[in-house]
Nanobody, 124 residues
Framework: QAQLVESGGGLVQHGGSLRLSCEASGRTFSRYGMGWFRQAPGKEREIVAA????????YYVDSVKGRFTISRDNAKNTLYLRMNNLKPEDTAVYYCAASTLADLSTIQTNYNYWGQGTQVTVSS
């Protein structure tokens, strides 16, 4: 059974950094685009970043551009999100997801595998 498991979340101060990891098991996602999403309390889930299957194409929501970096290691079947200069408004549950497409996608309905989420809390 295919599974995505996130790790690396936690509590960090404003301006701090975290690196999230998403390890896939049960199948390989190396031929599919992947993405990171987040959901803050009382808000809808939004896309944070996405990456194509080979990693050449990436997308970032405007609010994280220049601070977050998405990457993947297909040999390890693992997706990463490096988050620098974190702000309180970055506080959310972060989810990784695998798309049905090889190219990156910003459309949530194109993602058919989801992790359970990892909490990121940024204190002011």
């Amino acid at each position: 059974q295919a599974q995505l498991v996130e790790s690396g979340g936690g509590l960090v101060q404003h301006g701090g950094s975290l690196r999230l990891s998403c390890e896939a098991s049960g199948r390989t996602f190396s031929r599919y685009g992947m993405g990171w999403f987040r959901q803050a309390p009382g808000k809808e889930r939004e896309i944070v970043a996405a990456i194509s299957w080979i990693g050449f194409s990436t997308y970032y929501v405007d609010s994280v551009k220049g601070r977050f970096t998405i990457s993947r290691d297909n040999a390890k079947n693992t997706l990463y999100l490096r988050m620098n200069n974190l702000k309180p408004e970055d506080t959310a549950v972060y989810y990784c997801a695998a798309s049905t497409l090889a190219d990156l996608s910003t459309i949530q309905t194109n993602y058919n595998y989801w992790g359970q989420g990892t909490q990121v809390t940024v204190s002011s």
